[in-house]
């Protein structure tokens, strides 16, 4: 078990876009044991792996926080096969500690991608797990959700957070 520290905004690999993994082996299944350990730590209910400093396409989501069985999914090289529809609620990051934006999401995702075994998953996802799997597959994009609000939202919170991230004084 290894819980790996949690990058904040303004760190570089936060804000680049992630390299497809071209090789599934036993360095993958590490880092995503250690992307759920850090996930289920913080605790979150998706974690992307820029976010512990692994600029790979690597994402990992469970809505119950590892509270109910069957609810962990890992998905390497994930991409969307359909968005359909508009919602908008309110979302956190664990790279963006004590604040919150509602950017707007699709209602609905369908995203493929590649499991530990190298098999392909698909997964549906409506309401909150269309929203998370937007949100972690922004990550390997390079994107918070602060890049997805309007710009006058982003900007003002971009100021708060330069000033968080110039510090190294985030809120836990
Ligand atoms: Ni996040």
Redesign the pocket.
């Known amino acids: 078990m290894a819980i790996r520290p949690i990058l904040k905004w303004g760190s570089p690999v936060l804000h680049t876009a992630s390299l497809p993994v071209t090789n599934i082996d036993a360095d993958t299944a590490l880092l995503v044991r250690d992307m759920v350990d850090t996930m289920y730590a913080a605790p979150g209910i998706?974690l992307?792996a820029p976010?512990i400093g692994v600029s790979l396409r690597v994402i990992v989501v469970d809505l119950s926080t590892g509270t109910e069985k069957g609810k962990l999914l890992h998905l390497i090289n994930p991409e969307f096969v359909e968005k359909e529809g508009e919602q908008k609620h309110e979302e956190g990051?664990?790279?963006?500690p004590g604040y919150a934006g509602s950017p707007t999401r699709p209602a609905r995702v369908v995203v493929r991608g590649l499991d530990l075994e190298g098999r392909e998953r698909v997964y549906t996802g409506t309401e909150l797990l269309a929203r998370a799997f937007c949100?972690?597959i922004d990550?390997i994009d390079g994107l918070?959700?602060v890049d997805r609000l309007s710009p006058l939202k982003r900007d003002l919170m971009k100021r708060k957070l330069k000033k968080r991230a110039r510090a190294d004084d985030w809120e836990d």
């Open positions: 998706g992307a976010q990051c664990l790279s963006i949100h972690e990550h918070l959700f």
